[in-house]
C-alpha cells in the first residue's frame, strides 16, 4: 500500500510560478515510477511529468521548459516545480505512484492522491 497527498495549489497570476509536493508513505520502496497528471474541466486526464527510480524524467510536449519534477531520496517526497504557468495550465494536479514489490499478487499496481487545484489567472 502507497498513499499519497499533494499539496501546494494555489491561484497565481499568468506567468508565476508554484511548486507541488506530493508526500509519499507506507511501502514506498517499493515505488519504481511516480507521475504528474492533470484534469481540467471538462477534459481527460493528461499526464505532465514522470520520474524513475533511475533517475529518468519525461514531460508532456505543453509543459517542457517550465515544469520540472525531482524527489528526495527514498520517495518520501516529489515535487513539481511550474514556472511561468499559463491560464490552460488550470486544473487538478494528481500525483501518482507505479509500485510492485515482491511478494505482491500481480501487480504493478497504481495509487492516486486526492489532487490539488492549481489556478493560472490572466
Known amino acids: 500500500q502507497v498513499r499519497l497527498v499533494e499539496s501546494g495549489g494555489d491561484l497565481v497570476q499568468a506567468g508565476g510560478s508554484l511548486r507541488l509536493s506530493c508526500a509519499a508513505s507506507g511501502d514506498t520502496i517499493c515505488i519504481s515510477t511516480m507521475r504528474w497528471y492533470r484534469q481540467a474541466p471538462e477534459k481527460e486526464r493528461e499526464l505532465v511529468a514522470a520520474?524513475?527510480?533511475?533517475?529518468?524524467?519525461s514531460y508532456a510536449d505543453s509543459v517542457k521548459d517550465r515544469f520540472t519534477i525531482s524527489g528526495d531520496n527514498g520517495w518520501n517526497t516529489v515535487y513539481l516545480q511550474m514556472n511561468n504557468l499559463r491560464p490552460e495550465d488550470t486544473a487538478v494536479y494528481y500525483c501518482?505512484?507505479?509500485?510492485?514489490?515482491?511478494?505482491?499478487?500481480?501487480?504493478?499496481?497504481?495509487?492516486w492522491g486526492r489532487g490539488t487545484q492549481v489556478t493560472a489567472s490572466s
Open positions: 501518482n505512484a507505479e509500485a510492485l514489490c515482491a511478494g505482491w499478487a500481480h501487480g504493478p499496481y497504481n495509487y
Open positions: 520520474l524513475t527510480s533511475g533517475g529518468s524524467t
